[in-house]
């Protein structure tokens, strides 16, 4: 039953206990009416004087009015009935809210000591999302395993003469790839999983990987680009599109990838200069096609490349 509902039902059952109490009080008056004679005062039957009776005939001769519920407020709105709900009965969620901070109370003595906490939780986590599957490689070889950790990631893979395979919505894949031993990954698409550094591990195995996107994961940084050389003979196209801690340090590393063709290094915020930047890379893989960056961006003209103002003076 709702607060409300409660509290009306409360008000009900006062009205009527109150006019049970005045019927009772009328009845004794008929019966002895000397008493009040002699200045005997009526009493309540409940041990309450006239005034009592009095100030309940002056409730009841008002019009009811309605309830209003004032629910606690946070952050400075309400949180409506379902916020009396605890002030009325307190033994729901305000016991693990207290159980909460008092949890966060014994463990933690200031803002930074939790903060702290909760970076190391997120990086357990992203470690704990780059572990190899030494049991698969085992049973399955590289390829399987390869393909099964982008699956986790939520990646997707296509193996050579095959279609791409991609997780659903709920991270569900079908394992029909178990069977593809001995057939080779030519592309994965890692775009915005949390692969790093350790994860690389999954990906290097791949010999005859051709096609790799890092489009906007978070935590490839300069030093996973230092370890792509393993696919130097077979890695053709490559994307870093949007990744955060990509650098030029890291684009420089990647003069070992001698067979590339195709890279794009667009919105790179990591990279001050992104037109200098394609020009060196240009100049380091003559063979590769570099995407994403404008020669003059990033670049300050001098005062002879400065547009000029073609209008000429108006005449007086």
């Known amino acids: 039953m709702s607060p409300q509902i409660e509290a009306c039902s409360a008000v009900s059952a006062f009205r009527v206990s109150v006019n049970t109490q005045e019927a009772r009080i009328k009845r004794q008056q008929k019966a002895s009416p000397t008493k009040a004679r002699d200045g005997i005062a009526d009493t309540h039957p409940l041990g309450v004087g006239k005034d009592r009776t009095l100030q309940a005939q002056r409730l009841l ?16 709105g309400t949180r409506g009935i379902g916020g009396l709900s605890r002030v009325v009965a307190p033994e729901g969620n305000q016991k693990k809210g207290r159980s909460l901070l008092q949890f966060l109370a014994d463990r933690f003595y200031d803002v930074e000591a939790l903060r702290d906490h909760l970076l190391r939780k997120q990086v357990s986590k992203v470690h704990q999302k780059n572990r190899p599957f030494n049991h ?20 997707a893979v296509r193996f050579q003469g095959r279609e791409w395979i991609r997780p659903n919505q709920r991270g569900h894949f079908s394992l029909d ?32 990987l051709q096609s790799l996107w890092l489009q906007r994961c978070p935590h490839v940084d300069d030093w996973c680009l230092s370890r792509l ?30 067979n590339l063709r195709r890279l794009d290094i667009s919105d790179l915020p990591a990279v001050s200069s992104p037109g200098l930047t394609r020009i060196l890379v240009e100049e380091m893989l003559p063979s590769c096609e570099v995407l994403g960056a404008d020669w003059a961006q990033g670049l300050k003209l001098g005062p002879e490349e400065q547009p000029r103002d073609t209008a000429g003076p108006t005449p007086a």
């Open 61 to 76: 001769s008002h019009p009811p009015q309605s309830l209003h519920l004032v629910a606690p407020v946070w952050n400075g």
């Open 229 to 258: 050389h393993p696919l130097a003979s077979s890695l053709q196209e490559l994307s870093l599109a949007g990744c955060p801690r990509v650098s030029e340090r890291g684009l420089a590393c990647l003069h070992h990838l001698w």
């Open 136 to 155: 698969i490689n085992q049973r399955y070889g590289p390829y399987v395993a390869g393909a099964y950790f982008i699956l986790k990631q939520g990646g």
């Open 177 to 208: 790839f178990l069977k593809l031993q001995a057939v080779p990954v030519e592309a994965v698409d890692a775009s915005g999983c949390a692969i790093n550094y350790q994860g690389l591990d999954s990906l290097l195995a791949l010999k005859e």
